[in-house]
């Protein structure tokens, strides 16, 4: 049955460590699963973006196959969706240069990530500088319209949907302006520490950490210092937030009622919340440990990705090049 095609959907995560966190599943990836059921869904492994961080050629080949292995093992399906690999279509490094041409350097000297470490002193290569370009041609070479992300990524997205109207406005429409899908509830998820989770702050929790290591991070995260008789607000709670994430309305209505009538510990809600995080989190890591031992397969998923991508890419980047004049008008034509 051929499925109607409302819309396409883009989105990526960068190979930037061993494993992807239950920030990027619950604020990301599980949309990916979603969304591919209704919609056609292209999903990237952006190791052009992670080069900005990892500096080792090995490190980025594993931290890819493990992505790819992530992509599979949350059940997307690579028959479906197009899973592939940035780097083998690199017709975006192409147009994220014809983006740069139309693209005030101010807009980019505003970005979180800039402003960040200008704030705190640190030296950034340009690539970091130059990140919501890449990411924006990402998006646009595919013509996508819908972008599942977390909160984090609203502002390249709304710089991804203002180079496209620039562009659209000198040229004509050429890309359609895409919206970003930040879910309200998963937008930001915590880690151990309250803080959003994420790699840089240590914080985060594997989503296919192995029992033991996810058991002593669940045990780290961090509560205030009241008794077990005391009366608790669940909402201010770190790891009523996590369970949330994982359990049904009703035990999560149960959980909150134990916490207001005072008797629940932080202790015993920690051991409640490992318990349905392994219920949850088993097949998965199943799945993917299963995944990630297949690194021929993996490959030739990718690569097969990579193909049917890069029939779009080709593309866009032919009627961009006819707009703005590079490229042979020959080759064009042929
Ligand atoms: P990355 O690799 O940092 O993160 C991947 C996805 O996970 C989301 N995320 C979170 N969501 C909720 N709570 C958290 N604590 C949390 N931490 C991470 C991110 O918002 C992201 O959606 N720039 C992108 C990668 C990218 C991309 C693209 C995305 C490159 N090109 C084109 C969409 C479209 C990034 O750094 O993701």
Known sequence: MSKTIAKRVFSGVQPSGTQVHIGNYFGAMKHFVELAKEHETIICIV????????????????????LAAAYLAIGIDPRQAIIFRQSDVPEVCELAWYLACHFPLGLLERAHAV???KAKNININSGVMFYPILMAADILLYKASLVPVGADQKQHVEMTRDVAERFNLQFGSIFPVPEALITEETGVIRGID????SKSYDNFIGLFEEPSAMRKKVMRIVTDSKSVEDVKDPEQCNVFQMFKLFASKEACENLARQYREGGMGYGVAKKELFDIMQLALSPFREKYNHWVSQKDEL?????????RARKIATQTISAVRLTLGTGSLKASKT
Do not use: N, Q
Not at 47 to 66: E, G, I, M
Not at 299 to 307: C, P, T, V
């Open 47 to 66: 190791d052009l973006h992670a080069l900005t961080s990892v500096k080792s050629a090995s490190d980025l080949r594993s931290h890819s196959a493990s």
């Open 115 to 117: 402003k960040d470490a």
């Open 194 to 197: 309250g803080r959003k989770m």
């Open 299 to 307: 490959e030739d998923i990718l690569l097969d990705g990579a193909k």
